[in-house]
């Protein structure tokens, strides 16, 4: 027993099942929106299905270039009639689907273009952090020696194997003194 996980159960609490009611019951009196939007939205549940980092922004930004897609049809909906024959109409145009799908696709283009940015700019951010810390510890070398480099060999205890050559250089300045 000890070495098993125990699962957690990830049950509704009662908010979430409230949610859900309210929901469902909005769908239900608004069904000639509910349908343009389950079209419309495809996109976005495959783009938060396939997004792989968990984060979310994917979903994010298809989600909201694909509303951004949905909404002159829901207007549209709305300014011509709230009927299910006038949703039907609306998603069946392929024009409409085109342009709620091409939203979507922008969408993509978006999140795509903002990976390659960011990344490009948190190379360049990192690259001049090397650069930083290496000009840090050629500095660091030169007031304290080469010990501190963490290069050299050490014993057990964390003492030098080898001497460095500062250090010979000082001992044979002292034979040679004394």
């Known amino acids: 027993m000890a070495g098993r996980k125990r699962r ?22 608004f069904m000639p929106t509910t349908i343009v939007l389950m079209m ?13 980092s968990g984060k979310g922004t994917k979903a994010l930004t298809v989600g909201a270039m694909n509303l951004a897609g ?17 949703a039907v109409s609306l998603i069946t145009d392929p024009r409409t689907m085109s342009i709620m799908f091409a939203a ?20 360049q951010r990192s690259t001049g952090r090397i650069v930083d810390i290496k000009k840090k510890q050629e500095a ?15 014993d057990a205890y964390g003492f030098p194997l080898e001497v460095p ?3 010979k250089q000082k001992k044979k300045d002292k034979k040679t003194k004394g």
């Open 8 to 29: 957690k159960s990830r049950k509704m609490g009662w908010k979430g099942q409230l949610l859900g009611i309210v929901g469902l019951l909005t769908a239900i009196v």
């Open 40 to 52: 419309g939205m495809i996109p976005t549940v495959v783009a938060a299905v396939i997004d792989r």
């Open 70 to 86: 949905c909404t002159p049809f829901l207007i549209k909906l709305w300014s011509t009639g709230h009927t299910s024959e006038m």
């Open 104 to 123: 979507a696709g922008i969408g993509y283009l978006v999140d795509w273009a903002m990976s390659g940015i960011v990344g490009t700019l948190m190379l």
């Open 140 to 154: 660091l070398i030169e007031r304290w020696g080469q010990e501190v480099a963490g290069e050299m060999p050490l």
């Open 165 to 167: 050559e500062e250090q």
